[in-house]
């Protein structure tokens, strides 16, 4: 069993597929999957996503960098909003970012991220790398390393890793392990290449499951098994 975990959402978990914005079935889905893990006492971070607001590379006639900072930004509104909807769900929840100074938001510091477990929240690290031209998942990786988490899980719409995308192939082969090396070289697209490396350079492993069969994630930090496993 792991006992500490950074789950790294991407912002359509909280739109639901393709959409933009807030969907409440999408929220609320979330925060009783969330819920199952903290009742059993698991250590949680979190990094979340902006695709449901700006993804920096879809904003059409905007500088790059500029996009992407609008991005980031855009992980810190995902991260306030879920703060709030866990809390008002009975989740405990605090977020923590370097790129903003909000009365909302906590400046990332490793002593009091430890304090914040040992209280039993729920942590959101919002904002990305601060840098443009990183992804999230580039974020999970490392906050994941710094929080010393025991695995890394990044939840999809597929059930884990497979050799080309299962809905546009009906013959895909999902792998049950691979190695960072092999996920790297074999280009697959579940997550950046940067993500892996420093996961790899870190001893990270990782796990890709499906974040919307029910209980999911909570299995898959009780018990091995699910999704695939990289390491
Ligand atoms: N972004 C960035 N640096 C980071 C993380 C994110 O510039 O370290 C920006 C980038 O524009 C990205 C957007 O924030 O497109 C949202 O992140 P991401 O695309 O990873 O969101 P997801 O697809 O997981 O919802």
């Known amino acids: 069993m792991y006992k500490r975990i950074l789950l790294k959402l991407s912002g359509e978990v909280l739109s639901g597929e ?10 609320e889905y979330l925060a ?25 590379r879809e904003l059409q006639n905007v500088t790059n960098s500029i996009g992407d900072h609008i991005g980031m930004l855009g992980t810190v509104i995902n991260a306030l909003y879920l703060k709030d909807y866990f809390e008002k769900k009975g989740i405990k929840t605090v977020v923590v970012s370097q790129i903003v100074n909000l009365p909302s938001v906590r400046i990332i510091h490793y002593d009091d991220i430890e304090l914040y477990f040992n209280a039993g929240y729920v942590v959101i690290f919002a904002g990305g790398t601060s840098n443009p031209f990183f992804t999230t ?95």
């Open 18 to 27: 393709d959409k933009k914005g807030f969907d409440e079935n999408a929220l």
């Open 32 to 56: 009783n999957e969330i819920k199952e893990v903290v009742k059993n006492g698991i250590k949680l971070g979190m990094v979340i996503g902006a695709g449901n607001l700006f993804r920096g």
């Open 137 to 231: 998942d580039t974020a999970a990786a490392l906050r994941a390393v710094e929080m010393k988490a025991d695995v890394l899980i990044k939840a999809t719409k597929v059930d884990g890793i497979y050799d080309k995308d299962p809905k546009k192939f009906k013959n895909a082969k999902k792998y049950d392990k691979i190695t960072y090396d092999d996920a790297i070289n074999l280009g697959l697209k579940i997550m950046d290449t940067e993500a892996f490396s420093i996961c790899k350079r870190y001893k990270m492993p990782i796990i890709v499951l499906n974040f919307f069969k029910k209980r999911n994630l909570l299995n898959a930090i009780l018990d091995s098994g699910i999704g695939t496993f990289v390491k």
